[in-house]
């Protein structure tokens, strides 16, 4: 089983929809957890880190869920500027990134 | 300002030439990070270092060499060994391990 696992996608939404994407992780000792944007041809950067009460950042909303091992990233009312991968990123010996979901926000 | 540079940010070498990326961070963090990303594909990670003088091997480190004798550099060589070296390498820090890296730029290496 992989360390971090992310539905690829692609998810297509329109403008303003709501998307939530999920991220499972394998090593229950896991201890801090991020989500990074990537946009195509362009390294990755931090959107926000997860915590255990969950987190909020304007139209992102990032939970834990440590019971089932996963973290999710909301976006609410999505701007075509959304669109990108998005990187789930679990602790370990280094980070272990997940491969990314991608998101594409049509007018 | 404060950051992680990479350089060049296109590369290219013949096959059976060895190539050396740079990176270099003035941002004070103990931890770097190498990271291999192919078309399409998630980051891998080559090799990391938690400190001065000292690095490990990461999921794909054959073909591959790095350095750390300085805090602020951690420069790494494809050498003629690496099957596939064409791809986008990417370099980050951390201030320590579990923390949220950062990443440079990158350098797309093209070996024809």
């Known amino acids: 089983r992989k360390e971090v696992e992310q539905d690829p996608g692609p998810f297509n939404v329109p403008e303003g929809a709501t998307v939530a994407f999920n991220c499972t992780y394998s090593n229950s000792a896991s201890q801090s957890f991020f989500w990074y944007r990537q946009d195509c041809r362009k390294e990755p950067k931090l959107l926000m880190s997860?915590?255990?009460s969950g987190n909020e950042d304007g139209r992102f909303t990032a939970q834990l869920n440590r019971a089932s091992q996963y973290i999710s990233l909301l976006i609410r009312d999505s701007k075509l500027s959304d669109s990108a991968t998005y990187l789930c990123v679990v602790n370990g010996y280094a980070l272990n990134f997940g491969k990314g979901t991608s998101l594409l926000v049509t007018p | 300002d404060g950051g992680i540079t990479q350089s060049p940010k296109y590369l290219f070498r013949k096959e059976g030439q060895n190539v050396t990326l740079s990176c270099e961070q003035n941002l004070n963090h103990d931890a770097m990070y190498w990271y291999r990303q192919d078309p399409g594909q998630g980051l891998r990670l080559i090799y990391y270092s938690q400190i001065v003088n000292d690095f490990q091997k990461g999921d794909i480190a054959e073909g591959y060499s790095v350095s750390r004798e300085k805090k602020e550099s951690f420069p790494l060589t494809v050498t003629s060994a690496q099957k596939n070296p064409t791809a986008f390498y990417l370099c980050?820090?951390?201030?320590?391990?579990?923390?949220?890296?950062?990443f440079g730029p990158g350098t797309r290496l093209t070996v024809l």
């Open positions: 997860v915590y255990s």
């Open positions: 980050a820090s951390s201030i320590r391990g579990e923390s949220e890296q950062f």
